[in-house]
């Protein structure tokens, strides 16, 4: 039930493409979904971020889509460039428990010129 | 100014040995985090200190011992290491509520 489900695992898509990356939770307790990017030989920095009283969140090229019923959430880049090129993680936190963040399992995107 | 530092970097050792990494972050932060990122970039926490209390033991070897000493330090020490704890270590940081997490650039220890 801590689980957090991502998918894909990789995902390898044109310049100027829209990639998409889906996360799943079990636990109905989170309450706050940030997206992590990391670039190699960096820390993961955070990219967006939504609470589950909204449906859809957008931050310039990025938007986060949730579904609360579904218990699903996704990003979607628009209009992805070479510098997109990255490892993407989802996470859940329940902001009423231990400050346990919980990682999705990782999206390697690579974004072809 | 960096947020969340650590150090070293790169870390080489021999099975058997004991080594420490060091995290300090200026972001004001009560909440400090240990981060495990492995081979296949799955992020797994270990530990985690509030106001220089543990609030999060994963299920990790008593091996690694973490240390407080204040709320912008936590230390991480390895004892008698092994081939399985060659991997990414994550320090990070953050307030409490739905603050974002902020994690320093990593140590990659490498256990031979």
């Known amino acids: 039930q801590q689980q957090v489900k991502q998918s894909p695992q990789s995902l390898i898509v044109q310049k100027g493409g829209i990639s998409i990356i889906n996360c799943a939770y079990e636990?109905?307790?989170?309450?706050?979904f940030p997206w992590y990017q990391q670039f190699p030989g960096k820390g993961p920095a955070l990219l967006i971020a939504i609470r589950p009283d909204v449906s859809e969140k957008k931050e310039g090229r990025f938007t986060i889509s949730f579904n609360k019923s579904a218990k699903q959430f996704s990003l979607h880049i628009m209009d992805s460039q070479p510098g997109d090129s990255a490892t993407y993680f989802c996470?859940?936190?329940?902001?009423?428990?231990?400050?346990?963040?919980?990682f999705g399992t990782g999206t390697r995107l690579k974004v072809l010129a | 100014d960096t947020a969340v530092s650590q150090t070293p970097k790169y870390l080489v050792t021999q099975m058997g040995n004991d080594k420490s990494i060091k995290c300090e972050q200026n972001?004001?932060?009560?909440?400090m985090y240990w981060y495990k990122q492995d081979s296949k970039k799955f992020l797994k926490i270990m530990f985690s200190?509030?106001?220089?209390?543990?609030?999060i033991n994963e299920t990790v070897p008593n091996r690694f011992s973490p240390k407080s000493p204040d709320k912008a330090h936590l230390n991480l020490h390895i004892n008698s290491l092994e081939l399985g704890d060659s991997a990414v270590y994550f320090c990070?940081?953050?307030?409490?509520?739905?603050?974002?997490?902020?994690f320093g650039n990593g140590t990659r220890l490498t256990v031979t």
């Open positions: 200190y509030n106001n220089k209390e543990l609030i």
């Open positions: 972001l004001g932060h009560d909440t």
């Open positions: 996470a859940a936190l329940s902001t009423s428990g231990t400050y346990k963040y919980i």
């Open positions: 990070a940081s953050s307030q409490a509520g739905d603050s974002p997490l902020h």
């Open positions: 636990n109905t307790a989170f309450d706050y």
